[in-house]
């Protein structure tokens, strides 16, 4: 049968492997469009294999441009303008446009002078490009620095969710689908009438038209099986194609088949070896009778043309261990962090009278002819309370994604006071006892490291970058607890890898110029040779001595450093708890540095407490401190938080996915692809070195070391060092690595059964990686079913992607893990009781009171006016932007956030309708009334109440008196009266805000 582009339209071809369909789409001949499922984009995302560039997710700029398309299914229903031409602007060079056409343009595409573009004479630049004019003509075009011809600029980013049209109709020609069972049934109105060619069941039936292709069954990554096949079919004097995904699989294979790989069992014979002539890499397919022709391509499967006499294979093929493909269910996170203001479905909220209740979504009401949106919370039991939106101040988070989420609050029933009032007493009884030790601390004699002005700053000049602002404040408040005459206790938390050891190591310096020694006590022998190694090369050159206590250290070195530390020849020993030995004497001990205190056992902690009477000691700890917890323990406990990353970093992208061998490889394969390394988790003991058979085969190019817990500690240390020295490309593991080396070139960790693992546990191992300016990789595996903790769990995971995301993982941390180590462990249940938020309110609320400060209680109006107003559907369509605006609207605290918010709003979905501009005027009325020391203002049948929470008003009367409205000054509540009476329902909001600006 004779296969051309016009027989297979309007057809089903069943059964063929992607590698196929991809050909037969390239093959196509005129406009064209391929629909697929984002899950398998990337697949067909690069043709140029086959000899076509394809526009890929396009946009606006690729209209009446792109002939051959390839799309996903979200992508293809996504909203569209009905007429693509008014929202995109073709700039060229020569062409004139008249300047008040060209700006009111501009304008209609959402981009406003001075904010977005400036005019400056005849140039006229917008973000990243620049256009030149002479009079009306363009004379020059700049994008990004690069000179142009051409350049499509298209509308502003928000302005899509104005448009009523859809991707799909804008790209004409046969549309070609991909998986069309899991198409929307939203697209088949769209494509009717329109030639279809469709690989698999799904939609309206089309007639099948089976193709003579013969599907070929996967090699299961036998190499010898594999080139025994391709041997045969070049004797046959067929065409081999073979697609390959990374250079290096290439290398290998290219490596086996040239005659390098050993024979059969016994044969001793090199029986891989093909002849060179007939081994071809060419960049685009290039078939020949009697050769393989190997071609870089993302595609997967495998199949036989009898027609052509070609056999195409690919690399996914090679590796792959199931008969048929793999629909990926993968989500990557990542980039773009969670807005913390955005509330979500599901999120746990507590209200300060009734307790944790379980958000369900907003719902829309009708009450005295108002229409409002509403807060739904579930409570415990069928309990359900509606809050209008503008009580959500009131409300606080709970992160509630530990592994069983909070107790919901049972409405009507004081259960939720009596908890809130044990955890008072609880923060009460905390307070006094930290106000006690911190006086005590303050009170004790210690000595003092002045500034050494010469000698500080030559530990500077080793250090190749500049310190953070939050490490340089760190390392201020070091300095000054080192100067102070009594012994320092200070804590450094901040993220893995934000520059906590740089302090430490400055503060070091600064101790061994007053000649005393400093000790630096970390939990693992791997972390004390890496902190030696740090500390000798930046100390390189000084009068230092650095020496490194552990098991790597021989006896007699052991020896040799001891007498060094008693005679004080040894200025700075880093060690694991082999330096709490009583051996151990200093001559002169000045600091003692301590890495992650709560790794260390009960009597070790013993050890460091009494060595640390006499001493400043710093403790550093890789958990983030939340920022309302820092700023209620600021001057208690002396801490500092490191929050910021290093310049350069970039989040960690973390891909959730049901465990697929084709993603394992790629994970693995992308990483030494780019010179990197990769841990592999597999947390069971009794099957890890069947899963490193199973790895050499799926990934026969990459070398593979294994630790595990049942393996001598020296053991562990060994390969771990020989991994970070380079002996192998991925270490297989179980969670023995959730805390330890740090890897520089380790930048991608596969998780097995993330689903069984903790939050803790998940975020340690994910720590693992993203250390340095190259993109890291966490791909986490599961069950195609997840129970629902897991889910949530994984889920919280993946939302905290962001750098800048620390403080709020540290409070989903400290729910976990509990507080031991900055407050204490008895604290852990009110923690989870309460929220770590409300009782961080309930210690600071405590120390305040102790100091004797005054305690100001929390602040909220209570705004009760009949009047419609609400975020309408109609407005914003999507729930969840309704919802993420609400929440952001609530936790405005000033005028200029509230219309940045409102500005951003307008821009996005165009004039606001009345109920809108309403809500955003409640919203400005509520921070108004609030600066002014309001509590309520209601509406009844006759008049507007305002009342305040003091009877002592200062307001000018007389201003007062000449408003276009009537004031009654109430005492009882002390306030102001307005009569409805003459007043326009339109202008209430207004005429309220007219008399709140006259009282001081």
């Known amino acids: 049968m004779n296969t051309t582009a ?86 060229e060079v020569g062409r004139s446009y008249l300047r008040e056409d060209l700006l009111e343009r501009l304008y209609r595409m959402g981009y406003l002078r001075e904010e977005d573009y400036r005019v400056q004479g005849d140039v006229l630049e917008l973000e990243e490009v620049r256009m030149e004019f002479f009079g009306d003509e363009l004379d020059g075009l700049k994008v990004a620095g690069e000179p142009r011809q051409r350049y499509i600029l298209t509308a502003r980013e928000g302005k899509a969710e104005t448009w009523d049209a859809h991707k799909i109709l804008h790209f004409p020609g046969t549309v070609y689908l991909d998986t069309p069972a899991l198409a929307p049934e939203a697209l088949w109105p769209l494509i009717a009438g329109r030639d279809r060619v469709t690989f698999g069941l799904g939609g309206p039936e089309l007639p099948t038209l089976p193709l003579p292709y013969r599907p070929l069954p996967p090699y299961r990554a036998r190499i010898s099986q594999f080139v025994d096949d391709v041997r045969t079919w070049m004797g046959a004097g067929f065409s081999v194609v073979f697609f390959y995904r990374h250079p290096k699989s290439r290398s290998y294979l290219l490596h086996k088949l040239q005659g390098s790989g050993e024979g059969g069992q016994g044969s001793g014979e090199l029986s891989y070896a093909l002849a060179p002539d007939t081994l071809r890499s060419t960049p685009t397919l290039s078939p020949k009778p009697g050769t393989l022709n190997l071609v870089p391509a993302p595609f997967e499967g495998a199949f036989l043309d009898p027609e052509r006499r070609t056999v195409y294979l690919s690399e996914a093929h090679l590796y792959a261990f199931g008969g048929a493909e793999v629909l990926r269910n993968r989500r990557v996170v990542g980039g773009e962090g969670a807005d913390p203001g955005a509330l979500s479905v599901g999120d746990y909220l507590i209200h300060p009278e009734h307790g944790i209740g379980q958000y369900l979504g907003l719902e829309t009401r009708e009450v005295l002819g108002a229409k409002r949106d509403y ?33 919901l609050s049972s409405l009507g029933k004081s259960e939720w006071k009596r908890t809130r009032e044990k955890a008072q007493r609880d923060a009460e009884e905390l307070a006094q006892r930290m106000l006690v030790m911190h006086a005590k601390r303050e009170a004790t004699p210690g000595r003092a490291f002045g500034p050494l002005p010469e000698w500080d700053s030559l530990v500077e000049q080793n250090f190749p970058f500049e310190l953070t602002p939050d490490q340089h404040k760190a390392l201020e408040e070091t300095l000054r607890d080192l100067e102070a005459p009594r012994p320092m206790e200070r804590l450094i938390s901040g993220d893995v890898g934000f520059g906590k050891t740089e302090v430490a190591l400055r503060a070091a310096h600064r101790v061994v110029g007053h000649g005393a020694q400093v000790a630096v006590l970390v939990p693992t022998t791997l972390l004390a040779e890496q902190h030696t190694q740090t500390f000798r090369k930046r100390l390189e050159g000084l009068p230092v001595r650095v020496a490194g206590l552990s098991r790597f250290t021989s006896e007699k070195e052991a020896s040799e450093i001891l007498r060094g530390l008693a005679s004080g020849s040894v200025d700075i020993v880093i060690g694991t708890h082999r330096l709490l030995s009583p051996d151990v004497r200093f001559k002169d001990l000045g600091l003692l540095v301590v890495d992650e205190e709560h790794r260390f056992g009960v009597a070790q902690k013993e050890r460091i407490r009494e060595l640390k009477e006499a001493v400043d ?3 550093l700890s890789a958990t983030p401190i939340p920022r309302t917890l820092y700023s ?22 973390t ?22 390394k990769a841990f592999y988790v597999h947390d069971r003991v009794a099957t890890i070195l069947a899963r490193r058979q199973y790895l050499e085969a799926l990934v026969p190019e990459a070398r593979i070391g294994v630790v595990h817990g049942q393996m001598h500690e020296a053991e562990v240390e060994e390969t771990m060092l020989a991994f970070a020295e380079g002996a192998f490309d991925v270490l297989l593991a179980t969670t023995i690595i959730e805390s330890g080396l740090d890897i520089p070139e380790a930048n991608t960790i596969l998780v097995e059964r993330a689903d069984k693992l903790g939050l803790a546990a998940l975020y340690q191992l994910r720590g693992r990686v993203g250390r340095r300016q190259e993109e ?28 800048g995301s620390g403080h709020l993982l540290a409070e989903k941390d400290m729910e976990i893990r509990g507080v031991g180590n900055l407050l204490g462990p008895e604290q852990h249940g009110h923690i989870r009781a309460v929220s770590l938020e409300i009782y961080t309110e309930l210690l600071s609320e405590a120390i305040r009171k102790l100091k004797g400060e005054k305690v100001e209680p929390e602040h909220h109006v209570t705004l009760d006016l009949q009047l419609s107003a609400r975020l309408t559907l109609e407005y914003i369509p999507s729930p969840e932007a309704r919802s993420r605006f609400y929440g952001r609207l609530a936790e405005t605290r ?11 709003i307008k821009e996005r979905y165009g004039p606001a309708p009345e109920e809108v501009e309403n809500f955003l005027a409640l919203s400005k009325l509520r921070l108004v009334a609030q600066s002014k020391g309001v509590v309520s203002i209601t509406e009844d049948m006759l008049h507007l109440q305002i009342a305040f929470e003091t009877a002592r008003l200062d307001y000018d009367a007389k201003a007062l008196r000449a408003l276009p409205f009537r004031v009654e000054p109430t005492q009882y509540p002390p306030g102001f009266r307005i009569p409805k009476k003459g007043l326009d329902p339109k202008q209430l909001v207004e005429t309220l805000n007219e008399l709140l600006y006259l009282v001081d």
Request: proline share 10%.
């Open 655 to 676: 891909v959730l996915a049901p465990y697929d061998p084709a993603l394992v490889r790629q994970g693995i394969m992308d990483e030494l692809e780019r010179g990197g």
């Open 894 to 904: 000033n005028l200029a956030q509230l219309s940045r918010i409102a500005r951003e």
């Open 375 to 407: 807060l739904v919370l579930q409570y415990a039991g069928e309990g359900k309370m509606y809050l209008p939106v503008e009580q959500l101040p009131l409300l606080k988070r709970h992160p509630g994604t530990t592994d069983d989420p909070p107790a």
């Open 6 to 91: 016009q027989s297979i339209h309007n057809h089903y071809l069943p059964g063929l492997p992607q590698v196929a369909r991809a050909l037969l789409f390239a093959q196509g001949e005129g406009p064209r469009v391929l629909l697929c499922p984002p899950e398998r984009l990337s697949l067909y995302a690069d043709l140029g294999a086959l000899g076509v560039s394809a526009y890929v997710n396009p946009g606006l700029e690729a209209v009446g441009e792109a002939q051959v398309v390839v799309m996903s299914y979200p992508q293809a229903l996504e909203a569209f303008p009905a007429q693509p031409e008014n929202w995109r602007l073709v700039l």
């Open 632 to 653: 209620a323990l600021v001057g208690l406990r002396d801490l500092s938080s490191i929050q910021t990353a290093p310049p350069g970093r970039k989040p960690i992208q």
């Open 617 to 619: 000691t710093l403790f």
């Open 776 to 803: 890291a990789y966490a791909y986490l595996f599961h069950p195609l079913r997840l129970t629902e903790g897991a889910e949530r769990r994984l889920a919280a995971i993946a939302d905290l992607s962001d750098l």
